[in-house]
C-alpha cells in the first residue's frame, strides 16, 4: 500500500475522503460503481454499487490497491495505464471499448466499461473512475456476432456440416457450456433426434446420440431445463446440467441444441435460453436454406446428367455402335484370319466402351453394371442386406419377367437398393423377401419384410424415403403401393408396365 493509504488512515481515521453526507448519499444513489483513487493507486472512496459490484465491504474497499481489482495476468498492464494517466489526466467517458476485465472478491471477473475524471481536494489530485458491469451488453454484441457468423457461412455456401459446426462453437462460447450439441430429426421419417454436431471434452458421445423425437428432448418451441442429461440420454458419461433449446424448422425438420453443464458450474439459467433463442432461430433458417440450395443443386444436377445421358446415349453411343457394325461385316468378309481376329477384337473394345457409357448414364457402381441381369443385381442387393444389416433376404424372381426389364435394370435396381435401406435402418426386421413377377401386363416387384411395421396414415405422406420410391415408380411408367400392420411388418409393391420392353 502507498503513502496516500496511509494519509487516508491517519487524516481521515477509516472514514471516506468523502465527509459530506449529502454527496456520499447522491454518489450511492449513481447506477454505476464509483471509486476516488489516489496516484498512488490507493482507493479513498467507494460508493455502495462499487461494494455491490466488487463483492467487498467499503471498509475493505477504502485502503486497498486498486491494482487489486484487476486481474492478475493483466495488473501490470493497468499499472501502466494507471501511471500514463496521471501523467496526462483527461475526463474519458465510457464506451471506449477497451477489453477492461474487473476482478470480484471472489476471483470472478467479468467485462467493465470504465469513465475516469479527476478532481484536486485538500491540495491532491485525485482520480474519480465510474465502473459498470457490461457483461450483458457483451454477450448481447457476442450473441449478434454469432448469428452475424452464421448468416456470412450461408452466404459462402457452406455445407449442413459446417453449418451445425459452426453453430454449436458459437453456442457452446456464447454459454459458456463444458459441451454443446445439435440434434435434428431424421428427415426420413424415422421420427429420432439424430447428433448432426457437438463441440466440447465429449464430443464423441454426443455424436453417438440417437434419441426418439418422442421423448423429452421433442422440440416443443420452448427452452427446456434438466437438472441431470444422463437420466435423460441413459449415458453415465453424460452427466450434468442441461438446457435444451429448440429448433423451429419451417421445413418439417425440426432440432434442438443441448448444453450440457456450464463451465462456472451450477445450473442454466432463464437469461441464457433467452440469449440463445435468437441465434437458434437463426440457425434453423439457415438449415432451411442450405437445404434448399442443396435440394436445387441437385435438381440442377439431374437435371444436367439427363441432358448428358440423352447426348451419349443418342450421339456417342449411337456412333459407337455404328462402327462396330461396319468392322464386325469387314471382319466377315475379310479373308485374313489375322484380321478377322484384329477386327474382332476392336469391335470387342467398342462393346466395352459402350458398356462403360451406359453404366456412366445411369450413375452404376461397376459391381451393379447396367447391361447386367437385373436378377443378379437383384441378388448382390440381397447378400448386401444380409452381411451388413443381418436381415436374411430370399429372392423369388421370375427370370423371363428379369429378362423383359434389363433395359430398366438401372432405375429398379436402385429402387429396391433405397427400399432395402429403409428395412436395414428402420424395420427392425430379421427376413426380408424381394419378389419379381408378371401379373397382366405388369411386371410387379415387392418387398416384404417381418418388422414392426407403422400406422400408414402417419407416414405415407411425410418422409423422404417413402416419396422417393414413389417418384421412381413413377417416373418407370409405374407406382408404388405400401401396406403395413404394425407389429407384422411391411409390403412395398410397385407395378411397371411391360409394354414397350
Same mark, same amino acid.
Given at each position: 500500500? &502507498?503513502?496516500?493509504?496511509?494519509?487516508?488512515?491517519?487524516?481521515?481515521?477509516?472514514?471516506?475522503?468523502?465527509?459530506?453526507?449529502?454527496?456520499?448519499?447522491?454518489?450511492?444513489?449513481?447506477?454505476?460503481?464509483?471509486?476516488?483513487?489516489?496516484?498512488?493507486? /490507493?482507493?479513498?472512496? @467507494?460508493?455502495?454499487?462499487?461494494?455491490?459490484?466488487?463483492?467487498?465491504? $467499503?471498509?475493505?474497499?477504502?485502503?486497498?490497491?486498486?491494482?487489486?481489482?484487476?486481474?492478475?495476468?493483466?495488473?501490470?498492464?493497468?499499472?501502466?495505464?494507471?501511471?500514463?494517466?496521471?501523467?496526462? #489526466?483527461?475526463?474519458?467517458?465510457?464506451?471506449?471499448?477497451?477489453?477492461?476485465?474487473?476482478?470480484?472478491?471472489?476471483?470472478?471477473?467479468?467485462?467493465?466499461?470504465?469513465?475516469?475524471?479527476?478532481?484536486?481536494?485538500?491540495?491532491?489530485?485525485?482520480?474519480? @473512475?465510474?465502473?459498470?458491469?457490461?457483461?450483458?451488453?457483451?454477450?448481447?454484441?457476442?450473441?449478434?456476432?454469432?448469428?452475424?457468423?452464421?448468416?456470412?457461412?450461408?452466404?459462402?455456401?457452406?455445407?449442413?456440416?459446417?453449418?451445425?459446426?459452426?453453430?454449436?462453437?458459437?453456442? !457452446?462460447?456464447?454459454?459458456?457450456?463444458?459441451?454443446?450439441?445439435?440434434?435434428?430429426?431424421?428427415?426420413?421419417?424415422?421420427?429420432?433426434? /439424430?447428433?448432426?454436431?457437438?463441440?466440447?471434452?465429449?464430443?464423441?458421445?454426443?455424436?453417438?446420440?440417437?434419441?426418439?423425437?418422442?421423448?423429452?428432448?421433442?422440440?416443443?418451441?420452448? @427452452?427446456?431445463?434438466?437438472?441431470?442429461?444422463?437420466?435423460?440420454?441413459?449415458?453415465?458419461?453424460?452427466?450434468?446440467?442441461?438446457?435444451?433449446?429448440?429448433?423451429?424448422?419451417?421445413?418439417?425438420?425440426?432440432?434442438?441444441?443441448?448444453?450440457?453443464? #456450464? =463451465?462456472?458450474?451450477?445450473?442454466?439459467?432463464?437469461?441464457?435460453?433467452?440469449?440463445?433463442?435468437?441465434?437458434?432461430?437463426?440457425?434453423?433458417?439457415?438449415?432451411?436454406?442450405?437445404?434448399?440450395?442443396?435440394?436445387?443443386? =441437385?435438381?440442377?444436377?439431374?437435371?444436367?446428367?439427363?441432358?448428358?445421358?440423352?447426348?451419349?446415349?443418342? &450421339?456417342?453411343? =449411337?456412333?459407337?455402335?455404328?462402327?462396330?457394325?461396319?468392322?464386325?461385316?469387314?471382319?466377315?468378309?475379310?479373308?485374313?484370319?489375322?484380321?478377322?481376329?484384329?477386327?474382332?477384337?476392336?469391335?470387342?473394345?467398342?462393346?466395352?466402351?459402350?458398356?462403360?457409357? !451406359?453404366?456412366?448414364?445411369?450413375?452404376?457402381?461397376?459391381?451393379?453394371?447396367?447391361?447386367?441381369?437385373?436378377?443378379?443385381?437383384?441378388?448382390?442387393?440381397?447378400? $448386401?442386406?444380409?452381411?451388413?444389416?443381418?436381415?436374411?433376404?430370399?429372392?423369388?424372381?421370375?427370370?423371363?419377367? @428379369?429378362?423383359?426389364?434389363?433395359?430398366?435394370?438401372?432405375?429398379?435396381?436402385?429402387?429396391? !437398393?433405397?427400399?432395402?435401406?429403409?428395412?436395414? $435402418?428402420?424395420?427392425?426386421?430379421?427376413?426380408?423377401?424381394?419378389?419379381?413377377?408378371?401379373?397382366?401386363?405388369?411386371?410387379?416387384?415387392?418387398?416384404?419384410?417381418?418388422?414392426?411395421?407403422?400406422?400408414?396414415?402417419?407416414? /405415407?405422406?411425410?418422409?423422404?424415403?417413402?416419396?422417393?420410391?414413389?417418384? !421412381?415408380?413413377?417416373?418407370?411408367?409405374?407406382?408404388?403401393?405400401?401396406?403395413?400392420?404394425?407389429?407384422?411388418?411391411?409390403?412395398?409393391?410397385?407395378?411397371?408396365?411391360?409394354?414397350?420392353?
Amino acid at each position: 500500500m &502507498g503513502e496516500g493509504g496511509q494519509y487516508y488512515r491517519d487524516q481521515v481515521k477509516g472514514r471516506s475522503v468523502i465527509r459530506d453526507e449529502a454527496v456520499a448519499q447522491l454518489l450511492d444513489a449513481v447506477p454505476d460503481g464509483v471509486l476516488v483513487v489516489d496516484l498512488e493507486g /490507493t482507493i479513498a472512496y @467507494a460508493n455502495r454499487q462499487a461494494e455491490e459490484i466488487s463483492g467487498y465491504s $467499503r471498509e475493505e474497499l477504502e485502503g486497498m490497491s486498486v491494482d487489486l481489482l484487476v486481474p492478475g495476468r493483466l495488473r501490470g498492464q493497468h499499472v501502466a495505464h494507471r501511471e500514463h494517466y496521471n501523467r496526462q #489526466p483527461a475526463v474519458r467517458p465510457m464506451g471506449s471499448h477497451l477489453d477492461i476485465r474487473f476482478r470480484k472478491r471472489d476471483g470472478a471477473e467479468f467485462p467493465a466499461d470504465i469513465s475516469l475524471g479527476f478532481a484536486e481536494i485538500g491540495g491532491r489530485r485525485l482520480v474519480v @473512475a465510474s465502473v459498470r458491469d457490461i457483461t450483458g451488453r457483451r454477450r448481447q454484441e457476442e450473441r449478434v456476432q454469432a448469428m452475424l457468423d452464421v448468416a456470412q457461412a450461408v452466404l459462402r455456401q457452406s455445407s449442413d456440416e459446417d453449418l451445425c459446426d459452426l453453430v454449436v462453437e458459437r453456442v !457452446r462460447a456464447l454459454t459458456g457450456a463444458a459441451d454443446a450439441v445439435l440434434l435434428t430429426v431424421e428427415a426420413d421419417g424415422g421420427g429420432r433426434l /439424430t447428433a448432426r454436431a457437438a463441440a466440447g471434452p465429449r464430443r464423441g458421445a454426443l455424436m453417438a446420440l440417437r434419441l426418439e423425437a418422442e421423448g423429452e428432448l421433442a422440440p416443443a418451441g420452448a @427452452a427446456l431445463q434438466i437438472a441431470e442429461a444422463s437420466e435423460v440420454l441413459d449415458d453415465p458419461a453424460l452427466s450434468g446440467p442441461a438446457l435444451v433449446v429448440p429448433l423451429a424448422s419451417a421445413s418439417g425438420h425440426p432440432g434442438v441444441i443441448m448444453l450440457i453443464g #456450464p =463451465q462456472s458450474g451450477g445450473s442454466f439459467s432463464a437469461d441464457e435460453a433467452t440469449l440463445l433463442e435468437p441465434l437458434a432461430a437463426q440457425a434453423a433458417v439457415a438449415l432451411d436454406f442450405a437445404r434448399v440450395r442443396d435440394d436445387l443443386q =441437385q435438381v440442377l444436377l439431374v437435371e444436367d446428367r439427363e441432358r448428358i445421358g440423352r447426348e451419349l446415349h443418342d &450421339g456417342a453411343i =449411337q456412333a459407337l455402335f455404328a462402327v462396330g457394325m461396319n468392322l464386325q461385316a469387314m471382319a466377315q468378309v475379310s479373308t485374313s484370319t489375322a484380321m478377322q481376329e484384329r477386327l474382332n477384337n476392336v469391335v470387342g473394345q467398342i462393346d466395352e466402351v459402350i458398356r462403360d457409357l !451406359r453404366n456412366y448414364i445411369f450413375g452404376l457402381r461397376p459391381e451393379l453394371a447396367a447391361d447386367r441381369h437385373l436378377s443378379r443385381a437383384l441378388q448382390e442387393l440381397a447378400e $448386401r442386406l444380409e452381411e451388413e444389416a443381418g436381415v436374411a433376404c430370399a429372392l423369388d424372381i421370375d427370370p423371363v419377367t @428379369a429378362s423383359r426389364l434389363s433395359v430398366r435394370s438401372p432405375d429398379l435396381t436402385q429402387l429396391v !437398393r433405397e427400399t432395402l435401406s429403409n428395412v436395414a $435402418r428402420h424395420a427392425h426386421a430379421t427376413t426380408c423377401r424381394i419378389t419379381l413377377r408378371q401379373e397382366g401386363l405388369d411386371a410387379v416387384l415387392e418387398v416384404d419384410d417381418d418388422g414392426r411395421g407403422f400406422v400408414i396414415d402417419e407416414r /405415407t405422406n411425410s418422409g423422404w424415403g417413402l416419396r422417393n420410391l414413389k417418384e !421412381r415408380a413413377h417416373a418407370l411408367g409405374g407406382g408404388v403401393d405400401v401396406a403395413s400392420i404394425p407389429g407384422e411388418g411391411t409390403t412395398i409393391t410397385c407395378r411397371i408396365p411391360l409394354a414397350g420392353t
